[in-house]
C-alpha cells in the first residue's frame, strides 16, 4: 500500500513539474516579445531621426549658399515596409512614419525663402504646403 502512495506522489510532483515548466516558458516568451519589440521601436526612432537629420542638412546647404540641391532622402530599412512622410513648413521640419506612429521633428526653424520641387508631382510648391515621401527626389532650391 505504500508503493501505490509514492506511485500517486510521484505523478502529482510530474504534473505540478510540468505546469511550472509551461508557465515559466510562457513569460520567458512575453518577455522575449516585449525585448523585441523595443528593439524594433529603437531602430525605428533612429532611422527616423537620421532621416530628419539629413533633410535639415540639405534644406539648410540650399538656404544659407543660395544652392540648387537635388535630394533623395533615406528609405526605412525594415523587415515589413514602413512608409514615412517628410513634412516642410515655415517653421519646421518633421519625419512622420504613419504606419507606425512615430514621428520626429525640428521645430522654431526659419525656413522662409525655401521652394521644393517635387518630382513625381512635377510642380513647385511653396514650403509652408509641401509633403513628400521617403525615398522620393525633390530639388530644393534657396532663394
Known sequence: ???????????????????????????LSS???SFL???TDITLNT???TILLETHSAIGNAKAFGLIHEFTSETINSEKPV????KVTTTGISVESKTQGKSVSYNS???TGIKIENESDGGIFPIGTNEFRCGEKVTIKGL
Open 1 to 27: 500500500m505504500a508503493k501505490s502512495k509514492q506511485k500517486g506522489q510521484m505523478s502529482f510532483d510530474l504534473l505540478f513539474t510540468l505546469i511550472a515548466a509551461i508557465a515559466f516558458l510562457t513569460l
Open 31 to 33: 518577455f522575449a516579445n
Open 37 to 39: 519589440t523595443q528593439g
Open 47 to 49: 532611422e527616423l531621426k
Open 83 to 86: 512608409e514615412c512622410t517628410i
Open 109 to 111: 526653424l526659419d525656413l
